[in-house]
């Protein structure tokens, strides 16, 4: 299903400044796990920002990735939380 309100790795700055948030969601892959960019709108709705580049979804494979990508986006931010699986999550489960 198509989803009007898809945010694209181009217009991550400008989502945010309306108000919008990220998350950073962990998914399990053969190689191990992975981070899932997400974009959350005003209204709490979330869906996952796909890549400029390649327009599949934004997805970093280290946390050394994911933190100079958020430290790109919020340069004067001091760090920024990594989440990890939740407990109890295995190989079958996203």
Known sequence: MWNPRVI???AVQNFLEKGGKLDYRP???PKGWNW???AVQTN???SPV???KTGEA????SSDALVSFHMRIFPES???WVPAPKS???EDTE
């Open 8 to 10: 694209t790795t181009d």
């Open 88 to 90: 109890g999550q295995d």
């Open 50 to 52: 796909i890549s400029s």
């Open 58 to 61: 934004r997805v970093f494979k």
């Open 44 to 46: 709490g709705t979330a």
């Open 27 to 29: 998914i399990h892959t």
């Open 36 to 38: 899932e960019l997400w």
């Open 78 to 80: 001091e760090g920024v």
